[in-house]
C-alpha cells in the first residue's frame, strides 16, 4: 500500500507563501494498492482536482480510470473539490462512491447532488459523463474483495463521520478525522440545578467506553492519519464540541494504542508553514512520542505504508 497526501489542510483552501510547505488545499488522501490494482480515494476536498488531472495524465493508453472514493463525511471541505475532478467528464471513467448516511430521508446521492446543481455549478449530477454508484455505509466490517478489508468507525463529529480503517496483507492503514474526544456531556457538578447522579454516571462511562473503542480501532496500525486541527490550550479554552481533536491527545492516543506512524492532519487554515514547523520540532522527537514516528503531514508527501 502506497498512500499520497493531495490535501492536507481542514476549513478552506489556504493558498499562499505562507503555506507553500504544507499545502493549502483541503482533504483529499490516495491509496494505491499496486498489487490488488486497486486505487482508493479518501475525501474530495480541493486536492482530488489536481489528483484528478494527475490520473488523467499518467494513464496508460486510453485504459479507463477506476477507482474507490470514500468521504468522512460531506461537510463542504470534504467535497469542494469533487465537481472539479476531470475523470467524472470520461464517459470510462469507474467510480465507486462511499459515505456515511447523514439524513435519513437523503441519500449519499442526493446529498451530494445538492452542490451539483445550477444553483451551485454549471453542470448537473445528472450531466456527468462517468459511470457512478453511490454507496451508503454504516458502521461495521466489509469486504472489498481482492483481499483488502475494510472496517468504518463512527467519530465524535457535529455530522456524522466516519474513521476508515484498511487492511491488506498484515498491512494496516488507519484514518481518524475529524473527531475529538469523547466526553461527558452531562454535568457532573453537584451544585449545578440540573445535575442528577445516574445521568453524569451513564455519561462518563459511555465516553470511556467510546475513547476505549477508538483506540482499539486503530491499534496496531502501521500508519494512521489523525485530526490534529488544535492544540491543547486552543481546545480547552473555547473549541470543546468543535469536533477537532488536538495535537497532544492524538499523539497521546497514538502511543497508547501501539500505532508505528502518526501522520497529523487537518491543519488549521490559520496555522502557517513556520508555525507547523515549530510545532513539528516541539512535538516529532521520539523523547516525547516514544516508539511511535510522528509526523506532520505535508501536501504531496508519499508513504509506503
Given at each position: 500500500?502506497k498512500l499520497?497526501?493531495?490535501?492536507?489542510?481542514?476549513?478552506?483552501?489556504?493558498?499562499?507563501?505562507?503555506?507553500?510547505?504544507?499545502?493549502?488545499?483541503?482533504?483529499?488522501?490516495?491509496?494505491?494498492?499496486?498489487?490488488?490494482?486497486?486505487?482508493?480515494?479518501?475525501d474530495a476536498?480541493?486536492?482530488?482536482?489536481?489528483?484528478?488531472?494527475?490520473?488523467?495524465?499518467?494513464?496508460?493508453?486510453?485504459?479507463?480510470?477506476?477507482?474507490?472514493?470514500?468521504?468522512?463525511?460531506?461537510?463542504?471541505?470534504?467535497?469542494?473539490?469533487?465537481?472539479?475532478?476531470?475523470?467524472?467528464?470520461?464517459?470510462?471513467?469507474?467510480?465507486?462512491?462511499?459515505?456515511?448516511?447523514?439524513?435519513?430521508?437523503?441519500?449519499?446521492?442526493?446529498?451530494?447532488?445538492?452542490?451539483?446543481?445550477?444553483?451551485?455549478?454549471?453542470?448537473?449530477?445528472?450531466?456527468?459523463a462517468a459511470?457512478?454508484?453511490?454507496?451508503?455505509?454504516?458502521?461495521?466490517?466489509?469486504?472489498?474483495?481482492?483481499?483488502?478489508?475494510?472496517?468504518?468507525?463512527?467519530?465524535?463529529?457535529?455530522?456524522?463521520?466516519?474513521?476508515?480503517?484498511?487492511?491488506?496483507?498484515?498491512?494496516?492503514?488507519?484514518?481518524?478525522?475529524?473527531?475529538?474526544?469523547?466526553?461527558?456531556?452531562?454535568?457532573?457538578?453537584?451544585?449545578?440545578?440540573?445535575?442528577?447522579?445516574?445521568?453524569?454516571?451513564?455519561?462518563?462511562?459511555?465516553?470511556?467506553?467510546?475513547?476505549?473503542?477508538?483506540?482499539?480501532?486503530?491499534?496496531?496500525?502501521?500508519?494512521?492519519?489523525?485530526?490534529?486541527?488544535?492544540?491543547?490550550?486552543?481546545?480547552?479554552?473555547?473549541?470543546?464540541?468543535?469536533?477537532?481533536?488536538?495535537?497532544?491527545?492524538?499523539?497521546?492516543?497514538?502511543?497508547?494504542?501501539?500505532?508505528?506512524?502518526?501522520?497529523?492532519?487537518?491543519?488549521?487554515?490559520?496555522?502557517?508553514?513556520?508555525?507547523?514547523?515549530?510545532?513539528?520540532?516541539?512535538?516529532?522527537?521520539?523523547?516525547?512520542?516514544?516508539?511511535?514516528?510522528?509526523?506532520?503531514?505535508?501536501?504531496?508527501?508519499?508513504?509506503?505504508?
Open positions: 500500500m499520497k497526501f493531495w490535501g492536507v489542510r481542514g476549513g478552506i483552501p489556504t493558498p499562499g507563501p505562507q503555506t507553500v510547505t504544507y499545502g493549502g488545499n483541503t482533504l483529499c488522501l490516495e491509496l494505491e494498492i499496486s498489487a490488488a490494482q486497486r486505487r482508493i480515494i479518501i476536498g480541493s486536492g482530488i482536482r489536481q489528483l484528478g488531472n494527475c490520473l488523467i495524465q499518467t494513464r496508460s493508453g486510453r485504459n479507463p480510470i477506476s477507482a474507490d472514493l470514500f468521504l468522512t463525511h460531506t461537510h463542504v471541505d470534504h467535497i469542494l473539490g469533487l465537481p472539479f475532478f476531470a475523470p467524472l467528464y470520461l464517459p470510462d471513467t469507474q467510480l465507486n462512491i462511499y459515505g456515511p448516511v447523514t439524513c435519513e430521508e437523503e441519500s449519499l446521492e442526493i446529498v451530494l447532488g445538492t452542490q451539483l446543481s445550477y444553483r451551485y455549478f454549471p453542470v448537473r449530477q445528472t450531466e456527468l459511470d457512478i454508484e453511490y454507496l451508503n455505509l454504516q458502521e461495521g466490517h466489509f469486504d472489498l474483495g481482492d483481499g483488502i478489508k475494510l472496517t468504518t468507525k463512527y467519530l465524535n463529529h457535529p455530522l456524522l463521520c466516519f474513521g476508515y480503517r484498511f487492511e491488506y496483507r498484515r498491512k494496516v492503514f488507519c484514518t481518524a478525522y475529524d473527531t475529538e474526544p469523547f466526553r461527558n456531556v452531562f454535568s457532573t457538578d453537584p451544585k449545578d440545578p440540573v445535575y442528577d447522579e445516574s445521568m453524569a454516571r451513564e455519561g462518563e462511562l459511555a465516553a470511556q467506553t467510546e475513547n476505549s473503542r477508538m483506540q482499539d480501532f486503530i491499534r496496531g496500525a502501521d500508519l494512521l492519519v489523525y485530526d490534529a486541527h488544535y492544540l491543547q490550550n486552543e481546545y480547552e479554552t473555547e473549541r470543546i464540541g468543535w469536533g477537532h481533536t488536538f495535537i497532544e491527545y492524538a499523539i497521546d492516543i497514538a502511543k497508547k494504542s501501539q500505532v508505528g506512524s502518526l501522520a497529523l492532519f487537518h491543519h488549521d487554515p490559520m496555522r502557517t508553514d513556520s508555525e507547523l514547523d515549530e510545532l513539528s520540532e516541539r512535538f516529532c522527537h521520539a523523547t516525547y512520542t516514544a516508539d511511535t514516528e510522528v509526523f506532520f503531514a505535508r501536501e504531496g508527501m508519499v508513504i509506503d505504508v
